[in-house]
């Protein structure tokens, strides 16, 4: 994608991998807006990056969505950049009971938010001279996390939606891509500065030299390997990957 001269929303955009490509863009010189739930959040960054501008807006609910589309075409008619950032990622168990409502939570947000997000806004962007989707997957896509059943699905189906979506833009001026990070120290578990999480500014500052490209999928190095996962040699990459992270789990 180009990185400047663009209007982008972000949702998300209040913390973590969120805020981090919100302000890499901002510093490009691009309008921004964020997306988020908690305004308290939202304020802040924009307080600590004057002209950015914030939209609150819950990507689990429909009705917010809708709301927030509408006001976002009449207040920024040249808005021509969507990412799908907004995420949220509790802890399960697929072997025991699970607990419904967050599961439907967990897919409301992840999956449903982006994919009606997008729908209410396609037709804008379609009318841009040139546009852009973003989606953030994981690497949970390619390489579920046993503990994160429900989340790591979600994102393994938004890459298989992005597929899709790409597919059905072609001849559009839209184009998508797809980022899918590795384990970020951001709150999204717990920032905790383990070092086997990427550092988020290593990682933002990555994956904008990805998106200048034209590549459909943004990968930062230390995940390629698992990237090349889904095979006939899946089942004991899973196993052993899970069976490490039960010896040495992420903090909560």
């Known amino acids: 994608m180009q990185l400047t001269d663009n209007t982008i929303l972000i949702t998300g955009g209040a913390s973590g991998i969120g805020r981090g490509l919100a302000e890499a863009f901002h510093?490009?010189?691009n309008k921004v807006i964020?997306?988020?739930?908690?305004k308290a959040l939202l304020d802040e960054v924009v307080a600590a990056n004057p002209g950015i501008e914030a939209i609150e807006l819950d990507v689990a609910d429909p009705a917010s969505i809708e709301t927030a589309a509408q006001t976002l075409i009449a207040r920024y008619p040249t808005l021509n950049v969507l990412i799908n950032n907004a995420g949220i990622m509790p802890f399960d168990n697929a072997g025991g009971v699970m607990d419904d409502k967050v599961s439907q939570a967990i897919i409301d947000t992840n999956l449903l938010g982006p994919i009606r997000l997008s729908s209410a806004l396609i037709e804008h962007l379609k009318r841009q001279p040139r546009a852009t989707i973003i989606n953030n997957t994981s690497v949970l896509a390619y390489l579920p996390l046993a503990v994160t059943a429900v989340y790591s699905a979600t994102k393994a189906a938004l890459h298989s939606y992005t597929l899709s979506q790409r597919f059905m833009l072609r001849e559009t001026s839209v184009s998508v891509q797809e980022i899918a990070p590795p384990w970020v120290d951001t709150d999204l578990v717990k920032k905790s500065g383990d070092p086997r999480?990427?550092?988020?500014?290593?990682?933002?500052?990555?994956?904008?030299?990805?998106?200048?490209?034209e590549a459909e999928e943004v990968?930062?190095?230390?995940?390629?390997?698992?990237?090349a996962n889904p095979g006939p040699g899946e089942?004991?990459?899973?196993?052993?990957?899970?069976?490490d992270l039960l010896a040495n789990p992420i903090p909560t």
């Open 219 to 227: 990968i930062v190095e230390a995940i390629r390997p698992i990237r």
């Open 235 to 243: 089942h004991a990459l899973v196993n052993a990957f899970n069976a």
């Open 34 to 38: 964020i997306a988020g739930r908690r």
């Open 27 to 29: 510093r490009l010189g």
């Open 197 to 213: 999480a990427m550092p988020l500014d290593a990682f933002i500052a990555e994956t904008m030299a990805g998106l200048a490209s």
